[in-house]
């Protein structure tokens, strides 16, 4: 994809916007972009720099991207909202053409990594809410003060993010940055993993020194250590790429969202709302708290993902209404006229509660409250599912959980979660 049309090659050290920017390190990429890390020098901050894939079609998303997100900026001048912010936005000429370049401001690892970091054992619940609050006021700005649906929700596009006086910055306490290309080789003498692992081993020993963790998170006892420096810094968590998001009276896309967190009405073409994101919201927390994808349908003999998927969902929330089964411009492809699936005929039915006790060894109590939770945001009726602020004010956000270790005075480490100690935890504007 290095070609015309396509990503743009950064090196570290490279300028951008006259100079102003410094790029740093990769940060990440998608099918449409690559992020570097990239020192302001004008501000002396770091940002995220997504700089755009050149070809026109790439051109034409990063618009809608800039558009969307200068609307979230406009509205949210103090930036609380838990959604990232769009700081700028410039052209930069290089040799695959011209590329549409976004500044965010800086965020952490993404959630995909947090629950790879807990070994998919699932995160600890009291966590999970609060996780949860954040992702909620972040959709109910969206939803309910600017009428767009991000339509593409999932842990990969929720990144951590701490809210610790900026003086403390894990990053910029223990970094300095690299200003110009260094010379020599294209990295200057030190490879890109040896300065990333510098940067990441840095930032670590500074989150562990602020939270008062040794920077060595040891494994005791075959149990890897705590997760005090979760509790210790107040981490959030933002909603991040746009690219997808559309406003709820201008839709565009038929096909919208990831395939595990797509709702019913999106496979079945019934018309969607911003209570899409509301379905995704469920399926994330139940992958949060679980640690694996709540459907991930496949295709077999005689039957198509889509169908698979319908399935699946039946099996664990009940048999779909006939209404809402035969409703959708797709549900002849799917659906008989009685409203039962034409090519998967028997369905092993197994609700989300039993489903919490048998497979994720969840205690009664714990399935049955996060069912109650769950379940209502997954209704097959979007216009029944609670909105993201009629949600904000569900008990389960406000239990807390005492776990066995706790009650009897001990430390947490009986359960199998490394917590942040090992993520990177940036600090917002
Ligand atoms: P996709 O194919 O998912 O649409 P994309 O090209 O639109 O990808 P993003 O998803 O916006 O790109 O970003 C790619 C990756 O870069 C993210 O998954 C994340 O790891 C990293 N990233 C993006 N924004 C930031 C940020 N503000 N701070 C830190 N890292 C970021
Ligand atoms: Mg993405
Ligand atoms: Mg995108």
């Keep these: 994809s290095y070609r015309k049309g396509g990503y743009h090659a950064v090196r570290v050290g490279d300028s951008f916007a006259g100079g102003r920017y410094i790029a740093q390190r990769k940060l990440g990429w998608g099918q449409f972009s690559t992020v570097w890390l990239a020192y302001d020098t004008q501000c002396s901050k770091y940002v995220a720099l997504k700089i755009q894939k050149s070809a026109p079609q790439f051109a034409q998303a990063a618009l809608h991207e800039i558009e969307v997100l200068s609307a979230i900026a406009d509205r949210d001048p103090s930036n609380s909202k838990y959604v990232v912010r769009l700081i700028n936005h410039f052209k930069h000429t290089g040799p695959n053409g011209q590329h549409l370049c976004m500044v965010l401001e800086f965020l952490g690892d993404s959630l995909l990594r947090l629950i790879r970091y807990n070994r998919y054992k699932g995160i600890d619940l009291n966590k999970v809410r609060e996780i949860c609050k954040c992702i909620l006021i972040g959709l109910d700005y969206l939803h309910s003060e600017l009428g767009i649906i991000h339509a593409d929700l999932k842990p990969e596009n929720i990144l951590l993010f701490s809210t610790i006086d900026p003086s403390k910055?894990?990053?910029?306490?223990?970094?300095?940055?690299?200003?110009?290309?260094?010379?020599?080789?294209?990295?200057?003498?030190?490879?890109?993993?040896?300065?990333?692992?510098?940067?990441?081993?840095?930032?670590?020993?500074?989150?562990?020194?602020?939270?008062?963790?040794?920077?060595?998170?040891?494994?005791?006892?075959?149990?890897?250590?705590?997760?005090?420096?979760?509790?210790?810094?107040?981490?959030?968590?933002?909603?991040?790429?746009?690219?997808?998001?559309?406003?709820?009276?201008?839709?565009?896309?038929?096909?919208?969202?990831?395939?595990?967190?797509?709702?019913?009405?999106?496979?079945?073409?019934?018309?969607?709302?911003?209570?899409?994101?509301?379905?995704?919201?469920?399926?994330?927390?139940?992958?949060?708290?679980?640690?694996?994808?709540?459907?991930?349908?496949?295709?077999?003999?005689?039957?198509?993902?889509?169908?698979?998927?319908?399935?699946?969902?039946?099996e664990l929330l009940g048999k779909m209404p006939r209404k809402i089964a035969i409703g959708g411009a797709q549900s002849k492809d799917y659906f008989d006229r009685h409203g039962d699936l034409k090519r998967i005929r028997r369905l092993k039915y197994r609700p989300l509660d039993r489903l919490l006790v048998d497979k994720f060894k969840f205690s009664d109590t714990d399935a049955h409250e996060f069912a109650k939770f769950l379940c209502p945001l997954l209704d097959f009726s979007p216009e029944k599912r609670p909105t993201a602020q009629h949600c904000m004010q569900h008990p389960w956000l406000n239990i807390k959980n005492l776990n066995q270790n706790e009650l009897k005075g001990e430390s947490n480490v009986d359960k199998v979660d490394v917590g942040m100690s090992k993520l990177q935890i940036n600090v917002g504007q």
Excluded at 202 to 230: D, F, H, I, Q, Y
Excluded at 233 to 254: M, P, R, S, T
Aim: hydrophobic fraction near 35%; include cysteine; aromatic fraction near 6%.
């Design 169 to 314: 910055d894990p990053i910029r306490s223990g970094l300095t940055p690299i200003l110009e290309r260094p010379e020599g080789n294209p990295n200057g003498g030190v490879t890109m993993s040896v300065i990333e692992k510098k940067l990441k081993r840095r930032a670590r020993r500074a989150v562990a020194r602020l939270s008062g963790t040794r920077a060595s998170m040891g494994v005791v006892g075959g149990t890897p250590k705590s997760e005090r420096c979760l509790d210790a810094i107040d981490v959030g968590c933002k909603l991040v790429d746009f690219g997808n998001a559309c406003w709820a009276d201008k839709q565009l896309a038929e096909e919208i969202q990831t395939r595990q967190y797509r709702a019913p009405e999106v496979i079945l073409r019934s018309g969607y709302s911003s209570s899409v994101d509301m379905w995704s919201f469920a399926c994330t927390a139940f992958e949060l708290a679980t640690g694996e994808m709540m459907f991930t349908p496949k295709s077999g003999q005689g039957f198509s993902e889509d169908e698979d998927h319908l399935a699946l969902m039946m």
